[in-house]
T-cell receptor
Framework: AQSVAQPEDQVNVAEGNPLTVKCTYS??????LFWYVQYPNRGLQFLLK????DNLVKGSYGFEAEFNKSQTSFHLKKPSALVSDSALYFC???????????WGAGTKLIIKP | EAGVTQFPSHSVIEKGQTVTLRCDPI?????LYWYRRVMGKEIKFLLH????????ESGMPNNRFLAERTGGTYSTLKVQPAELEDSGVYFC??????????????FGPGTRLTVL
């Protein structure tokens, strides 16, 4: 069965520092991995995805994620955090056998000025 | 280009009542999905339409939930009768189906349903 784990309920980072939001997955075969962000009172916004190719994926708002097959991880990163990055971040995986996304529980990111 | 829209944004109903949620996908997107997030838990898949046909409804919790997609355009999700455990945020998403399961799904703002 496919699954996604986001081990941290909340991550606190000072503005200007680098941030990492962790995601690990379990799926048979090739994983297709996604990051979405939900700002307060807003819907889910697509950030980036990994399908194949370069393990480092760049996305919206200066975010990037690194696919690590041996560690079955897809951590979201940003070199310098902004207060406006404060939001709820979700990692998700899909599989060739169906179109549905399997989601992690979400990580609340708080950037302090 | 307009994004995915959902109506209403909030709905508060009594247990036993009926509620209908609506989703308008991005124009031209054949794939439409419903998901829900209950009580701060993981977002769970409900079902997937390709045009007007139900491709996968394996996530529908029970027969109190009925989804339709008239003419392959907008979709409705009806809950009848609503129960307390149906409370949560219902998200709709659409995708263009250029490459199937690797397609990006674009989400609407969600409908927050509260059953009292």
């Amino acid at each position: 069965a496919q699954s996604v784990a986001q081990p941290e309920d909340q991550v606190n980072v000072a503005e200007g520092n680098p941030l990492t939001v962790k995601c690990t997955y379990s799926v048979s075969g090739n994983p297709y991995l996604f990051w979405y962000v939900q700002y307060p009172n807003r819907g889910l916004q697509f950030l980036l995805k990994y399908i194949t190719g370069d393990n480092l994926v760049k996305g919206s708002y200066g975010f990037e994620a690194e696919f690590n097959k041996s560690q079955t991880s897809f951590h979201l990163k940003k070199p310098s955090a902004l207060v406006s990055d404060s939001a709820l971040y979700f990692c998700a995986v899909s599989h060739y056998s169906n179109y549905q996304l399997i989601w992690g529980a979400g990580t609340k990111l708080i950037i302090k000025p | 280009e307009a994004g995915v829209t959902q109506f209403p944004s909030h709905s508060v109903i009594e247990k036993g009542q009926t509620v209908t949620l609506r989703c308008d996908p991005i124009s031209g997107h054949d794939n439409l999905y419903w998901y829900r997030r209950v009580m701060g838990k993981e977002i769970k898949f409900l079902l997937h339409f390709v045009k007007e046909s139900k491709q996968d409804e394996s996530g529908m919790p029970n027969n109190r939930f009925l989804a339709e997609r008239t003419g392959g355009t907008y979709s409705t999700l009806k809950v009848q009768p609503a129960e307390l455990e149906d409370s949560g945020v219902y998200f709709c998403a659409s995708s263009q189906d250029l490459r199937g399961f690797t397609d990006t799904q674009y989400f609407g703002p969600g409908t927050r349903l509260t059953v009292l």
